[in-house]
């Protein structure tokens, strides 16, 4: 009995082994066709797109188009081969701007099959609706804004994620004001994204939506993160403060991105003497650190009442740190005295320049 | 009575091949979820995108050098090549004996900079010196050089140096994809809930592969089998086991060549231990039991796709040096966090990671060795029935080939690193050969790991010589 079932195991093990080299195989097969299908669709979309830009468009030129695109099997039924195309479209949509990137818009709108895009975000499957918006943004398909604003508080990160960010990409600073409303935590991604959209598509910043939004009450903290990258990457000085006043957050990834940002900001005095004021606040210690490297390039005689405080403290982090910022000054030596004093549990010596 | 024993001892031989079986098929279908899943989120996060923006995390390389003087230029100019827009590399000259030192400061053009006053959160043996090039093409780069102390203690001195959020530990003789650094921050920009504290990606290996300039050029199945043999084995253990532990969350192990760690997680953990030889799965380990006793939410990931690429040992001398030291290392890891066992403070590291890690991993080989005892003994005493006998070898071999068949095809269907036909062949033929060539050497080396812990015999890395990618002439 055992070995009658033995033997059908050992039938049936090799059976499937067989079936698993002729998907290997199959497998192979299908990624050689589709690399030559991909190459031939790249070439014809290269003729298209050149002569749509470049030559003489006539009347049958969209009906010509529309043939050649379904000779080559770019068609619903092929959807790997469509995709291909999309991906293709949006890659060349952002080499182009002002008359030449409307006529790739309106080439878009005639390429079949029409509306892709926007059926895919009528289905239920969460990434083919985040691919969707994705499409209809990178295409600048900005008839559907309305439909886009309805998935800013979806509940998949992606969906949420590809419409805020068209959001962004359709209604610039204005659209800022959905941050107030946010109802789940902004990944850093989607600031990012967000961030690098309004600079490629609105690069002047306007001042008066920040003001507005700026100005709200109750954003949620990852909504404030994404106000402190905008204003560091447009690097809007009036509003530095804005970034200092979240060192006061009890809250630890608001402070990381505060102090992010003015590691990268141009600080003036006055930034300066307020960032002080956060060094005994910050319960972090190496956030602490952060606080003392921001001091880093800026006149060193200015710091000097904060420098001495901070070196009479016992943590080592810090005092080296402080060191390090010294190091090449005239105050070097001395720092070196005092640290040496410290290790050998001696007291710092009286006659500190500092 | 006797026959009531070789009942029972069958019939644990037989559980545990069961319940391994279950696992490995529970491995596939969780990993061709997992890959499926990675590849869904590629599209929403393209590397062009990483790449272009200005607000990504910065990263440092840091990659610990031990007589390496023949390859150290190359390696380092593959590994300043990577693509990455803020990045820095720190080479850490660990007491090499040879003149990987001088090749650095004369190829580089580099130049010591003081750094008494560097602040060193993890205690490591003594710095010497600090450089960096005066070139402005290599300003990404900076050597250290210090006393020798071990692969973990030069590694801590890199994340000490460091000025960056996230940490790449990796070794200077690794061939790093280009878009490897930019595809391995996507889980730190992407996540939300938990914080990610390691993220990992496939190891392959580039024996006998054409690489210049420190790029892989042209991906070749290597000629000798067990280096062949190995490719299996990565391919296996890194699409399998690590996609499937990654999909519920279950890594415990993130490869010492190539993992991407927050620094001041690090910090916190006082980096690397350096008195374990399996410091990266001992590393893991005290992350994850880190943020479990302080409660906070993380994730440990892995990324299916090659981005590394390393030299596999060519001589069963050097591979029995190498997985006796990995034994080691997990005996050491396992023992020295024993009060995680079906600790339930320790939620699922404590009831099902590490009760799985001492059962299966660490078990194996000991399994597998009484059970040959058990075939030697039970057939001198006349209890084994041939037929059955054959008939189950028969079918736990095709299951073995069944399971390596399937790694080599979710591979070719994903990913094009092996693309052609008679590639596909010389990877299946090693496959198929491995429980007569390649595993038993395996065991004999796991079992010398466990002896020397077993019986405390001193013994650190071993020898771990390298032939190169032979790459030193070209380098002129």
């Not at chain 1, 619903?76 to 890659?91: A, G, T």
């Not at chain 2, 300039?213 to 000629?223: A, D, F, S, V, W």
């Not at chain 2, 591979?319 to 995680?340: H, I, S």
Request: charge should be positive.
């Amino acid at each position: 009995m055992i070995e009658k079932v033995l033997e059908i195991a050992v039938y049936l093990a090799f059976g499937f082994l067989l079936l698993l080299w002729g998907l290997t195989a199959y497998s192979m097969f299908r990624q050689k066709q589709f690399v030559l299908k991909k190459a031939k669709i790249k070439l014809l979309f290269a003729q298209l797109i050149s002569e749509h830009l470049y030559d003489e468009v006539s009347k049958t030129h969209f009906i010509e188009i529309q043939r050649l695109l379904q000779k080559e099997k770019v068609v619903e039924s092929r959807p790997k081969n469509v995709q291909y195309l999309i991906d293709l479209m949006i890659d060349v949509e952002n080499y182009f701007a002002g008359s030449q990137q409307e006529k790739i818009v309106l080439l878009y709108s005639q390429l079949p099959p029409y509306n892709v895009s926007y059926k895919k975000t009528l289905k239920k499957d969460w990434h083919i609706i985040a691919r969707g918006i994705r499409e209809l943004y990178e295409m600048d398909q900005r008839k559907y804004t309305k439909y886009i604003l309805r998935f800013r508080n979806h509940s998949n990160i992606f969906v949420r994620r590809e419409a805020q960010i068209g959001i962004v990409v359709f209604l610039g600073w204005k659209s800022l004001r959905f941050l107030a409303y946010l109802k789940y935590t902004v990944s850093l991604w989607q600031q990012i994204a967000i961030v690098e959209k309004l600079n490629i598509y609105y690069p002047v910043p306007n001042l008066v939506e920040l003001d507005k939004i700026l100005n709200q009450k109750d954003i949620p903290p990852s909504g404030k993160e994404i106000l402190m990258r905008i204003i560091r990457k447009f690097d809007i000085e009036e509003k530095i403060d804005y970034i200092i006043d979240q060192l006061e957050s009890e809250n630890y990834d608001l402070r990381e991105t505060a102090l992010f940002c003015l590691a990268s900001l141009d600080l003036n005095p006055q930034n300066l003497e307020r960032i002080q004021t956060f060094y005994e606040k910050v319960p972090d210690r190496f956030q602490k650190r952060q606080i003392l490297l921001l001091h880093r390039g800026y006149p060193v005689e200015e710091q000097l009442v904060f420098f001495k405080k901070v070196l009479k403290s016992n943590d080592e982090l810090h005092l080296k740190t402080v060191a390090n910022i010294l190091t090449g000054t005239v105050y070097e030596k001395e720092v070196d005295l005092l640290l040496q004093a410290r290790k050998q549990n001696l007291n710092a010596p009286p006659n500190l320049v500092l | 009575m006797n026959y009531w024993i070789y009942y029972f001892i069958s019939f644990f031989f037989f559980v545990y091949g069961v319940a391994l079986l279950g696992f490995y098929i529970g491995f596939f279908f969780l990993a061709k979820r997992a890959i499926h899943k990675s590849q869904r989120r590629e599209i929403f996060l393209k590397v062009e995108d990483i790449s272009n923006a200005t607000d990504v995390p910065s990263v440092t390389l840091v990659a610990p050098a031990y007589n390496e003087g023949r390859t150290i230029i190359s390696n380092v100019k593959s590994l300043l090549s990577i693509q990455y827009p803020f990045f820095e590399l720190i080479v850490v000259n660990d007491g090499s004996a040879d003149d990987s030192l001088e090749k650095l400061i004369q190829k580089f053009d580099l130049e010591q900079k003081p750094h008494k006053f560097n602040v060193q959160p993890i205690p490591t043996a003594e710095v010497r010196g600090v450089y960096i090039s005066r070139k402005p093409q290599y300003k990404q780069l900076t050597v250290i050089d210090k006393q020798n102390g071990g692969r973990a203690d030069a590694l801590n001195v890199g994340i000490n140096f460091a000025t960056t959020e996230l940490i790449l530990c990796t070794d200077a003789d690794c061939i790093i994809e280009q878009e490897a650094v930019l595809k391995l921050v996507r889980p730190y920009l992407e996540e939300v809930d938990e914080e990610v504290i390691g993220c990992g990606a496939g190891i392959g290996i580039a024996n006998d592969s054409v690489i210049k300039n420190g790029i892989l050029k042209e991906l070749k199945i290597p000629k000798k089998y067990l280096t062949r043999v190995q490719v299996v084995e990565y391919i296996r253990a890194f699409l399998l086991g690590r996609m499937a532990w990654s999909q519920i969350n279950g890594l415990l192990l993130i490869s010492g060549a190539f993992g991407l760690y927050p620094r001041n997680r690090l910090i916190e953990v006082g980096g690397l231990d350096t008195k374990t030889v399996g410091e990266d799965f001992e590393l893991c380990v005290r992350l994850r039991k880190h943020m479990e006793e302080q409660n906070i939410p993380y994730k440990v990931v892995y990324i299916p796709e090659t981005l590394c690429w390393t030299e596999s040992p060519s001589t069963f001398d050097i591979f029995v040096k190498q997985r006796d030291r990995w034994a080691r290392g997990l005996w050491e890891t396992l023992f020295n966090n024993k009060n995680m066992f079906f600790n339930p403070r320790y939620k699922s590291m404590g009831l099902l990671l590490f009760p799985f890690w001492f059962i299966f991993e660490f078990g194996a080989p000991i399994v597998e060795f009484l059970g040959i005892i058990c075939i030697v003994l039970f057939a001198v005493l006349g209890y084994i029935n041939w037929d059955v006998a054959v008939l189950l070898f028969l079918l736990v071999y095709l299951l073995g080939c069944i399971f390596s068949t399937l790694a080599i095809y979710l591979y070719v269907k994903n990913y094009p690193h092996y693309h052609k036909g008679k590639q596909i062949i010389g990877l299946l033929s090693a496959a198929y050969l491995e429980p007569f060539l390649f595993h038993p050497v395996m065991l004999f080396a796991q079992l010398k790991g466990y002896y020397k812990k077993l019986f405390k015999i001193e013994s650190g890395w071993g020898n771990m010589v390298r032939k190169g990618f032979g790459e030193e002439e070209k380098e002129g």
